[in-house]
């Protein structure tokens, strides 16, 4: 697996948007059967432990370190380390809020994530985003806004859930940017869910039976959907900076919208719909404006 060692801070190539599309909607896959589950009476916290465990042992099935030990090579134990905690944070919460939020409100706090992300991402890794993508990335959080709006009247339970799911999901992007470039896809992979496996543990006290084969299949798809879904963002940000791919996450509201519609019977309203078209159109418009800036090169 080939390693970009300067991508370039405009670009974002084809491959890697395509990487951010697939690993959204396998991560809608994740919230609409964590959100199952939930509803079905299944704790979160074990459902999380779940995941991660089944996301560990995927790992060692497929890449069999035991094999290539080099593939698991660690530099840095202590970032490896802060970065599964970042990932451990970001499902934890989020499944917590999934519990009395819908997809779509979830879904919205997440996307404040590009802002964060493209925020930091200058200071802490010397990415800096030009003012076209700024505006872009500006324009789709007004959307976000739109979107949110109705769901702000009142405070709702899964509201700080949401936020914390989404600044632990922040951090953990801009770790993973930063290690990319010295640790192995495979190092990155294994131990963002082997540190939170060993963290939840305490949670099989709380192991329910899933009641029906739906719930049972659901419950084992968790690791696939959530350890595919990051091995794809680590390739993403391999290929491209944080601030070349900040507009395309919005992209995930596709499939949110459709699995809560066909899933929960959740119909979009106004606001989602008209939130839902710009952030489209501003995500569009940084794809078209990129193949351009190609051409032209």
Not at 18 to 24: E, Q, R, S, V
Not at 29 to 44: E, F, T
Not at 83 to 103: I, K
Not at 114 to 125: D, H, Q
Request: overall charge positive; proline content about 7%; aromatic content about 16%.
């Amino acid at each position: 697996m080939s390693l970009t060692s300067h991508p370039s801070p405009e670009f974002a190539p084809p491959a890697a948007i395509l990487y951010l599309f697939a690993a959204g909607f396998l991560f809608s896959c994740l919230d609409a059967s964590a959100k199952y589950l939930v509803l079905s009476g299944i704790p979160a916290s074990f459902i999380s432990w779940m995941r991660f465990v089944e996301h560990t042992l995927l790992v060692l099935v497929f890449f069999r370190p035991w094999s290539n030990p080099a593939l698991f090579k660690v530099r840095s134990i202590p970032l490896q380390f802060v970065r599964g905690l970042c990932l451990f944070g970001s499902t934890f919460f989020n499944f917590y809020a999934l519990q009395t939020m819908q997809l779509g409100e979830t879904i919205t706090i997440n996307f404040a994530a590009p802002m964060v992300i493209a925020a930091l991402a200058g200071p802490l890794l010397g990415e800096w985003a030009g003012w076209r993508r700024w505006a872009a990335i500006i324009v789709a959080f007004i959307g976000v806004l739109i979107i949110a709006r109705p769901g702000f009247a009142t405070l709702n339970p899964g509201l700080p859930y949401s936020i914390a799911s989404m600044l632990s999901y922040s951090f953990y992007v801009l770790l993973t940017r930063r290690m990319s470039a010295t640790e192995t896809p495979e190092s990155l992979i294994f131990f963002s869910a082997l540190a939170p496996a060993i963290l939840m543990s305490p949670a099989i006290t709380q192991a329910i039976i899933p009641e029906t084969p739906l719930q049972i299949a659901l419950l084992l798809s968790l690791g696939f959907f959530g350890g595919l879904g990051h091995f794809l963002i680590i390739l993403a940000y391999r290929k491209a900076t944080t601030a070349a791919l900040a507009p395309y996450p919005f992209l995930q509201i596709i499939w949110m919208l459709a699995f809560g519609y066909f899933i929960f019977d959740q119909f979009p309203d106004a606001y989602t719909l008209c939130g839902a078209v710009i952030i489209i159109g501003s995500g569009l418009y940084v794809v078209h404006r990129e193949r351009r800036l190609r051409i032209r090169d």
